[in-house]
């Protein structure tokens, strides 16, 4: 399985950006797509996701009202939308790959099977 994510640049505070995640490879035919960030020095932290039915997307209370995920199973890609963009968000946005429809530990990264290579965000102030 592979993951290419794309979108990230350098913005300033009050943009948006849309991260895209596309995976090729897979053998499964439900899973769960998630983004997660990591800061320079920080550790990697959820962001969002996306079950396979795209129910009741799961959002990190920091970007909660800013960021919207969405997923199209058809082109096995999940988009990230990042509106009102803050110097907080900067980071590498990594893609991830659950294998399953379960909703459950959404938020936490060691239960994913797959990750992409990352796509850095800068935000400027």
């Known amino acids: 399985v592979q993951l290419q994510a794309s979108g990230g640049g350098l913005v300033q505070t009050g943009d948006s950006l849309r991260l895209s995640c596309t995976a090729s490879?897979?053998?499964?035919?439900?899973?769960?797509m998630g983004w997660f960030r990591q800061a320079p020095g920080k550790e990697r932290e959820f962001v969002a996701a996306?079950?396979?039915?795209?129910?009741?997307?799961n959002y990190a209370d920091s970007v909660k009202g800013r960021f919207t995920i969405s997923r199209d199973n058809a082109k096995n890609t999940v988009y990230l939308q990042m509106n009102s963009l803050k110097p907080e968000d900067t980071a590498v946005y990594y893609c991830?790959?659950?294998?399953?429809?379960?909703?459950?530990?959404?938020?936490?990264?060691?239960?994913?099977?797959?990750w992409g290579q990352g796509t850095l965000v800068t935000v400027s102030s």
């Open positions: 996306s079950s396979w039915s795209g129910g009741i997307p």
């Open positions: 490879g897979l053998t499964f035919s439900t899973y769960v």
């Open positions: 991830a790959v659950k294998r399953g429809s379960s909703t459950l530990f959404l938020r936490t990264h060691n239960t994913y099977d797959y």
